[in-house]
């Protein structure tokens, strides 16, 4: 895949990549502004129902890729895309470090062998912004956060 046209076709991609894997993986997929695909790499390998991955481990590649934005996909062997409350916590862990290392988090993605389920589609990306991160230190107006576009 060469550019991401659509959430359906990044799904049906991933489903073939990772869909039929008997442990959990997780994916980052690294994007140009354009939508070019810059990276498509398992950063994790875990067991039949888990994974354990870190954000620097995401973020390593973006970096050295120079990427716009990710879509992070995570296979359930299980064949349920539902979100494990763990899937949850880690999503909103992203958009956080997302917020500070000024990256798009476009999409988090769950995959079975025969389907997948994006979170933007539902409308269930965490919304988080800078201010939200830096509150705890603006209270002490000893920290100003920095100026950003996002």
Known sequence: M????????LGETLIVAMGSALQEECWVIGLSTQMQVLLMKRVAL????GVSVH???????LVAVNAYGFVLAHN???GILTLSESDERFKVQLEICSKLMQY???DFIVVTKQSFLSQRAL???PKVSLTDVFKPY?????FKPPNTRI
């Open 55 to 61: 954000p620097r481990d995401i973020f390593r590649d």
């Open 123 to 125: 409308g269930k990306m």
């Open 46 to 49: 875990g067991t039949v129902d």
């Open 2 to 9: 060469e550019r991401v046209k659509s959430v359906k076709e």
């Open 76 to 78: 359930h062997p299980s």
């Open 138 to 142: 603006l209270s002490s107006n000893k």
């Open 104 to 106: 798009h988090f476009l």
